[in-house]
């Protein structure tokens, strides 16, 4: 009977779940299948039919307006802090349920469910909770669970997070990262509605097939060209090569342009539960920079090395020997820029095609495309391709 209110409960919710043969989707037909598969329960038909009317009634309801998760990995919009005016504070401490009390009029715009991923600040995010992310949103538009998907994420590594999810996930429903530069308890926290605007967008029917796309501040941006440039204004984030693609007003999104980038239905790459990620690490060059890192990268095993590069993705002479021992360690080494306009291009200084260079991709973006890329292949040609298209 505890297995009944615990599958009954999980529908009424308007939330999936998985069994190793059986994923149940929202509303009541699924779950009357899934009680016939279980064969587990017995009672009057009499019982079983009032049961399946209340929850097709239900799930009517939940139809009329548009059904969006959030995924909460905590950050400063779940941080608090001992004064409201301090610059202090932990991030990561607050629930999504108290996250959603201070935005109230939400229920207004969709019907709305949240789901506690983690409660982290965003640095210390690992490849294992990128991964979940990615399954947790292909099981809810796989299974009809939600329109649209908001991550309430930390700022340091929003970023990274969007791109990745932007290159793996196989929907076009909407999928709106957002967070906070001040935590909850200050004078003028900016995480209410920073969540209220991503909400509305993801929400609304002009976000469908735009990618994964992040709202700070109003403004929305393409999640392959977004970036923090600053510490801790809630300005923070920027598309320093092409800019916004629109911006939130009285809760309705105005879009100015379109990302031309290949993005999640587009590009070849795909992950899995359990899946590790190829391991690259990123190499910053400076000024008579040594090779004593290098070495160190060379010595680790690593699968791929990005050179945030000086400028045009320079580097000096040290670097160049030890890329060419990379090389004939089959190490795939990518040249980036340390500047975060203009990109890196084959118009670079001393161009080598047996180097793939980044486009417009970050460093920490070239990582994440490289990763994915290596568990495609190894052939630069290709790789350089990825960077072309992604």
Known sequence: MQRFFTLLHLVYVGLGFSTNKVVLSSGGAAFFLYLFYLNQITMSKRLLLAIISLLLFSSSIYSQQPRIV???????????????TGASYRPGVISIENILKSVPDLNKICDLKGIQ????????????IWIQLACKIDSLFSNNLCDGIV????????????YFLNLVVKHKNPIVLTGSMRPSTSLSADGPFNLFNAVSLAADKGAYGKGVMAIMNDYIFSADDLIKSNTVNPDAFE????????????GKPRFYR???????????????????????????????ASDIPFNALLESGVDGIIIAGVGHGNYNRAFDQKIKEAKQKGIIVVRSSRIFRGGVDNEAEEYDKTIPVSAMKSPQKA?????LSLMKTNNPDIIQGYFGQF
Do not use: W
């Not at 959030?70 to 409201?84: D, F, N, R, V």
């Not at 598309?239 to 009285?250: K, V």
């Not at 990582?367 to 990763?371: A, F, P, S």
């Open 151 to 162: 991550i309430t994420h930390g700022t340091d590594t929003m970023e990274e997070t969007a």
């Open 117 to 128: 991923v983690c409660n982290i600040s965003s640095q210390n995010i690992t490849e294992e």
């Open 367 to 371: 990582r994440i495309l490289l990763m």
């Open 70 to 84: 959030i995924l909460a990995t905590g950050g400063t919009i779940a941080g608090a802090a001992p004064s409201a």
């Open 239 to 250: 598309s320093p090569n092409f800019g916004p693609m629109g911006m939130m007003r009285g």
């Open 258 to 288: 379109e990302s031309l980038t290949k993005n999640t239905v587009e590009t070849p790459f795909e992950v899995r539960k359990g899946q590790k990620l190829p391991k690259v690490e990123i190499l910053y060059a400076y000024a008579f």
